[in-house]
């Protein structure tokens, strides 16, 4: 980091970021967690179901992690947008992230979804965005509400406006990969799953 007093220093970003996940943890809804889980253990128990996992972005790329410990853990599951997803079905799991839920590929990827039966999980700010309402269970996991105007940090400090340091949909992509992390924990205590198990499924031909 540069010597410029004016340089936000890193670590104090980190530390806000840290912080406003733990405030997360304590909003989320501890019914839509476990609707959400519920549905993860009935496609567990299921053998012929499966779950798609979506996003845009960086949203894209929580879901790919979240994903990659799904399959650690013994489920059938694919990722948006891979060469090797088959077709959806009825009585199949789409987890759809967004944190704005509007994006327009998920939405309709959401839609299509729905039109075969299959149900919609959305981890979402906003539950009454589009694919909020079109989801059989909604996990609102907070974030940033909107770009700040102003790029001047300090300035926005003198004027009273305490915005979140971290740009963009930041905040909702690192508190949803660690609320799908903490998903994974639940998932591992109420399936009897070890983590040697898991071991097991991790890749053993790597980049």
Same mark, same amino acid.
């Given at each position: ?15 806000? +970021?840290?912080?406003?996940? =733990? ?5 989320? %809804? ?12 009935? *496609? ?8 798609? *996992?979506?996003? !845009? ?9 979240? &994903? ?49 039966? !299959?149900? =919609? =999980? &959305?981890?979402?700010?906003? #539950?009454?965005?589009?694919? @909020? ?5 909604? *996990? ?19 004027? @009273? +406006?305490?915005? #979140?340091?971290? #740009?963009? @949909? ?11 992390? @903490?998903?994974?924990? %639940? ?8 983590? %040697? ?5 991790? !890749?053993?031909?790597?980049?």
């Amino acid at each position: 980091m540069s010597g410029d007093s004016s340089t936000v220093d890193a670590l104090y970003v980190m530390r806000e +970021i840290g912080e406003f996940i =733990v405030k997360a943890s304590r909003v989320i %809804s501890r019914e839509q967690v476990e609707k959400f889980i519920g549905l993860l253990v009935s *496609v567990y128990k299921d053998s012929s179901k499966k779950i798609l *996992v979506m996003g !845009a972005g960086r949203s894209g790329l929580v879901g790919k992690a979240f &994903a990659m410990r799904l399959m650690h853990m013994g489920f059938n599951v694919y990722v948006l947008g891979e060469t090797i997803v088959p077709s959806i079905r009825e009585g199949d799991l789409v987890i759809a992230i967004s944190g704005s839920g509007r994006t327009r590929l998920i939405v309709t990827a959401a839609e299509a979804a729905k039109h075969v039966k !299959a149900k =919609v =999980v &959305a981890i979402t700010t906003y #539950p009454d965005s589009p694919l @909020g309402r079109i989801a059989d269970v909604v *996990v609102r996991v907070p974030g940033r509400a909107k770009t700040s105007r102003m790029d001047d940090y300090f300035a926005r400090q003198i004027l @009273g +406006i305490h915005e #979140p340091l971290a #740009p963009l @949909g930041t905040l909702f992509e690192d508190t949803a990969m660690v609320f799908l992390d @903490g998903i994974i924990y %639940s998932l591992m205590q109420v399936l009897g799953v070890s983590e %040697s198990e898991m071991s097991m499924r991790h !890749a053993n031909i790597e980049f």
